[in-house]
């Protein structure tokens, strides 16, 4: 896990790679018209639908883990294959990645006749919302919600459940379900709530099994996340429990169980307002205001947001490196 880590910081998702998420769209994509083609705009199919392709897209994928866990475990050579697989299942470069494009593509300073296309382009790329519109500052606050919200759905939710399929892997002596199973059964259902998960058309309620089932998988890495913020912010540890309850209560408001708290931990623990107006499809949404008072993000304080993430990754990974030192010196021969 620590190696597919490093790796995925040093080398991201190349894009020559085929990537199992790639993958898990193609099936989604064919379920979905095979669905739609039977159900039609009945909802309660449309439901009972969705249900069948969560089902079967999250237990193929985690399959798919166990299988290379098993190869892994009869064929030791292999376990480079096994590393690549559980880096596949990170996105902490790649979000990063993407996020600098968007910053690179700003011009340095605010002016009349600044060009903000190619900044606009570039966060098209990231986001659900309308871009063709945004001024310098919608554009930073636009980065910086998507750099602290895909923070915890791409890096964090992963990194947990691959460690707790270390935890069942190693307490089934390898025999069961380990790190990759979870982490690619986490996959397939964030895959299927970022294409099937809208409140539109019949995604309403196709989409909505698979939407569940992710909010579900992303409840507990939240609120980890929100409540390790603070220290590798360098917040003392007076000030811990007053973050996390100031990160509460501006979530709380947002329709997601998970975005409005990720979202409003990192805009406390970087001292910047997030939230507003947005427009999605034409439609405009008010958003609640998070951190309300502070300033508003600057490319400044949207690397450093990028800088928490790096920084509680590695609070995460410490104690995993020390459980597994331990775990070899006590199953040693």
Known sequence: MIAAAGLDRLI????????????????????RRLAEAWAG???????LAGLLITLLLVAGSGLAGWGLEQLTRLQPA??????VALASALAGRSLEQAVH????QLPAAESPGADLEPARRALAWIVGRDTDQLD???????????ASENAVDGLFAPLFWMAVGAACWGASGLQGPGPLALAWGFKAASTLDSMLGYRSGRLRWLGTAGARLDDLLVWLPCRL??????????????????????ALRDGAPDPSPNAGLSQAAYAHAAGVQLGG????GGQRRTKPLLAAGQPLPTTASVERMLELTRRLELLWLLPMAALGMLQALVLRP
């Open 12 to 31: 991201g998702d190349p894009r020559w790679c085929p990537h199992p998420v790639v993958v898990m769209g193609w099936c989604i994509q064919r379920l």
């Open 277 to 280: 107006i947005n427009h999605y």
């Open 78 to 83: 292999t376990t480079p294959l096994l590393v």
């Open 225 to 246: 996340v929100a409540l390790g913020l603070p220290p590798v912010a360098g917040q003392g540890p007076r000030a811990w429990g007053r973050h996390w309850r100031l």
């Open 136 to 146: 310098r500052t919608d554009i930073l606050r636009a980065a910086a919600e998507t």
């Open 101 to 104: 494009q968007v910053l690179q």
């Open 41 to 47: 705009d009945r909802p309660a199919p449309l439901r």
